[in-house]
């Protein structure tokens, strides 16, 4: 059985990952086309924000699928 991660830890990494996600996409736009390393930089910031928020998410999402699996359906008649 796998153990249901907290929301709240799950919510905030989501959010912080989706942050650093902004900040990875404002430099790629801004600063990536002045020399070929501060691109691979912003790009690299995008990605571990991109995974940073996924993690959570699968938190998120993890914790809602078990929510629903858990529930007691309603009789039938």
């Not at 501060?38 to 999402?61: D, P, Q, R």
Request: charged content about 10%; proline content about 5%; aromatic content about 16%.
């Amino acid at each position: 059985m796998i153990p249901t991660p907290d929301i709240h830890t799950s919510w905030q990494r989501f959010k912080i990952g989706l942050t650093i996600f902004v900040a990875g996409v404002v430099l790629f736009f801004s600063i990536s086309d002045i020399h070929i390393a501060l691109h691979y930089a912003s790009l690299a910031v995008l990605l571990c924000g991109f995974a940073y928020s996924m993690w959570g998410y699968m938190g998120i999402f993890l914790q809602r699928f078990t929510s629903l699996k858990n529930a007691k359906r309603p009789p039938e008649g």
